[in-house]
């Protein structure tokens, strides 16, 4: 049997929908990594600043970064269920969370605080600093009230 004008047309839109679909998962992907980035020298910049009023903190390789001996993740999550994609940096150290979510038409909230993800990229909004060190006081307090446990 041989393919109809119509189930070529059929088929044509479902994969114009998974291109698109693709192409968005991909450039969500790619500005969610970079935004992990980003924060991450923020939380850094927040982590030596109390590594230098002598409390015990890692800085060092930014990639695992501790308070109180436990780890910092700041990591990109893609949820990527057809048709839909949803980007987000998720930063957690022991019971303290912060998600940052980056939007289709390419802004960042983060905390309330909308910015588009150029201006982001060109210098750190004050909103987006302070949320990174709320995020870093919280979980500091959280690990010195709980040694790191989750309760």
């Not at 969610?32 to 980003?38: F, H, R």
């Not at 979510?101 to 993800?117: D, E, H, K, R, Y």
Request: aromatic share 6%.
């Amino acid at each position: 049997m041989a393919l109809t004008e119509s189930m070529k047309l059929i088929l044509t839109g479902a994969i114009k929908d998974w291109t698109k679909f693709a192409v968005e998962r991909e450039r969500l992907t790619l500005a969610s990594n970079e935004l992990a980035v980003i924060t991450r020298k923020v939380v850094h910049d927040c982590i030596l600043f109390l590594k230098t009023n002598n409390i015990d903190v890692q800085c060092e390789p930014p990639d695992e970064m501790k308070i109180l001996g436990v780890l910092v993740h700041i990591d990109p999550v893609i949820d990527a269920t057809f048709p839909n994609v949803k980007a987000s940096v998720v930063l957690k150290c022991s019971g303290s969370t912060r998600a940052i979510l980056v939007n289709p038409n390419m802004t960042i909230s983060a905390g309330g605080n909308i910015v588009t993800f150029d201006e982001l990229k060109k210098s750190i909004p004050a909103a987006f600093a302070t949320n990174a060190a709320d995020f870093v006081r919280d979980s500091f307090i959280y690990v010195a009230r709980t040694g790191g446990k989750e309760e």
